[in-house]
């Protein structure tokens, strides 16, 4: 703000004023020090502010504003589109760089290639902008990087913000890294314990299921079954394989993060099918009643989601009844009318409700309406992250999440999911689809004997010529040797000498057309954590069916390359 000085004023009758001068600007007195009501001789209208008078509100609001945003804690960004045209000292402090080397860079500049999940920055973020731009108040967890390229979490507030004729966003930077540590580690010794729990269970279904295999191939190899008794024997192998597959997913899965999958649920068929689970991991002395109301329907939701929820209030549950007692899981179809909920109903105000009530010792009012809070808890270190996670992955999936309880009345919680309008896709049979085969050449990358085996010979059985390697460096030799054209390579991912990743690289530059596919029995999450592979890469799981195998290898051959991964 410019110098200031009082100076005389002669109006032309006369009348000697005062002026308050600030700077270049000019504010008339009257005596006495309240502002002039005339200008130039002329009157103005009582109760109009004079320009001065409001230029001078203007700045010392612009004075105040600037103030906040120097000193201000948390790091502050101006944003012009997506593009940066200011920092506060605290934004500079946290990217480690002068304010003119941030200006000028867009949102996505400052931040990794990839954000939590997978997503591109720039696919992720401008989504958010644009919602700002269009005056919503944008709140939303965001992975940024520094000058030394270490990367940090903040939580950015959105905000936008009018200077003149310029559009502008007010970004707000708060950084949560060490929390974020705090909170991941919390979570991740609740699931270990949860999966050990898991484990022993699983354990007996699996000898079961190992019984049931070894049995029926002790029986084909005696040579001594009909056609008919085969078939027989042959489908329950198949069967108890599925079944041990869908037993190490559901082991991997309090363990592991994913992106969500939502899908048509059967909302009882997916309950139905983790009841056995359930008793598993509430123990023999707490009695599971299981009650499906066959109106309940079929939701949008993830299934591992879907399970966690109900894994996680359930050894809530248990942990509420130390000498046992009894749970009770049940599906309702609601309507609308009766609900008072942030969650959306479908188009005809129908609600799927999923609740599980408990005998345990109940809770308190203070405790009650705490319990979604990420870092209370009542339980000891690494007990405390059940319900935020169930909350998450409810309002994840559209729906909302209510508990009752009451000290020594045992706690009720309730899930309503927006239901879905027709039968759930997998209640319908599943079409039976003859496997596509082809002429091509395939080489076959496995270090496992028996799984190379059985490639080669599911391929080849459609058609294919193969070409087999039990290394990286057998790979090299056989694509420096054969003189014919190699279509696609299928490997492993995690192998001696080298990854499948760097296998195709050097593969790459001898036969740039070639095309590829990689399997694996780690998830996908694994594989980018231990940093072997990008989240895009065309991934095969194991165990695979050969239908899954020969689908994989024919979409893959009608496919371009897209180059190493």
Not at 58 to 65: I, P
Not at 485 to 493: F, R
């Amino acid at each position: 703000m410019g110098q200031q000085t009082i100076e005389p004023w002669t109006k032309k009758d006369g009348e000697i004023l005062k002026s308050h001068r600030i700077g270049r600007r000019l504010l008339r007195l009257r005596p006495g020090g309240a502002p002039s009501q005339s200008r130039g001789g002329a009157e103005i209208p009582p109760g109009t502010a004079l320009p001065e008078a409001e230029d001078l509100r203007l700045e010392n609001s612009a004075r105040m504003f600037r103030a906040v945003f120097e000193k201000a804690n948390d790091g502050m960004l101006l944003l012009e589109g997506v593009t940066c045209v200011a920092c506060n000292p605290a934004a500079s402090a946290m990217f480690g760089q002068e304010g003119a080397r941030l200006a000028g860079r867009t949102f996505w500049e400052l931040s990794p290639p990839l954000q939590a999940g997978g997503l591109p920055s720039k696919v992720k973020g401008l989504p958010l902008l644009r919602a700002a731009q269009q005056g919503k108040e944008m709140s939303f967890r965001w992975s940024h990087v520094r000058a030394c390229f270490s990367t940090f979490e903040t939580q950015v507030s959105l905000s936008p913000l009018e200077v003149g004729e310029r559009k502008l966003l007010l970004a707000v930077l708060h950084e949560i890294t060490g929390q974020e540590d705090v909170e991941r580690r919390l979570k991740f010794s609740q699931q270990a314990e949860s999966a050990g729990r898991l484990a022993r269970g699983v354990a007996h279904d699996y000898n079961n299921l190992l019984t049931v295999i070894l049995g029926h191939c002790g029986l084909l190899a005696a040579g001594r079954r009909d056609e008919g008794e085969t078939a027989r024997s042959v489908a329950a192998i198949q069967k108890a394989a599925e079944r041990a597959a869908a037993l190490t997913q559901r082991l991997l899965g309090p363990g592991r993060e994913h992106a969500a999958e939502p899908q048509r649920l059967h909302l009882n068929r997916a309950v139905g099918d983790l009841t056995d689970l359930l008793r598993q991991l509430l123990g023999e002395d707490v009695e599971l009643e299981v009650k499906l109301d066959p109106r309940a329907g079929t939701v949008r939701a993830d299934a591992s989601q879907l399970e966690r929820v109900l894994m996680n209030l359930a050894d809530n549950a248990r942990e509420a009844m130390p000498f046992g007692g009894k749970v009770y899981v049940e599906t309702m179809m609601e309507t609308a009318g009766g609900c008072t909920n942030e969650a959306t109903p479908n188009a005809g105000g129908r609600f799927a409700s999923l609740s599980l009530r408990d005998t345990g010792c109940g809770m308190d009012a203070e405790t009650q309406a705490r319990v979604f809070e990420p870092f209370f808890s009542t339980k000891p270190l690494g007990k405390g992250l059940g319900l935020p996670m169930v909350n998450a992955f409810v309002q994840e999936m559209g729906g909302s999440i209510s508990v009752w309880s009451h000290p020594r009345a045992g706690t009720t919680i309730r899930i309503l999911l927006p239901a879905e309008d027709g039968c759930a896709d997998a209640t319908e049979p599943e079409a039976v689809e003859t496997a596509p085969g082809g002429t091509e050449t395939v080489l076959v990358v496995e270090d496992e004997p028996e799984i190379r085996v059985l490639v080669r010979a599911l391929l080849a059985d459609k058609g294919y010529r193969v070409l087999e390697a039990a290394r990286p460096s057998e790979a090299m030799a056989i694509s420096g040797s054969y003189e014919g054209p190699i279509h696609m390579v299928l490997t492993d991912v995690v192998m001696p000498e080298m990854t499948g990743p760097e296998l195709i690289v050097w593969l790459f530059r001898t036969r740039p057309d070639i095309k590829h596919l990689y399997m694996s029995g780690y998830s996908t999450e694994t594989l980018v954590e231990r940093a072997i592979c990008g989240p895009l890469l065309r991934l095969l799981h194991k165990p695979f069916t050969p239908q899954s195998l020969l689908t994989a290898v024919r979409s893959t051959l009608g496919i371009d390359p897209s180059g190493a991964v």
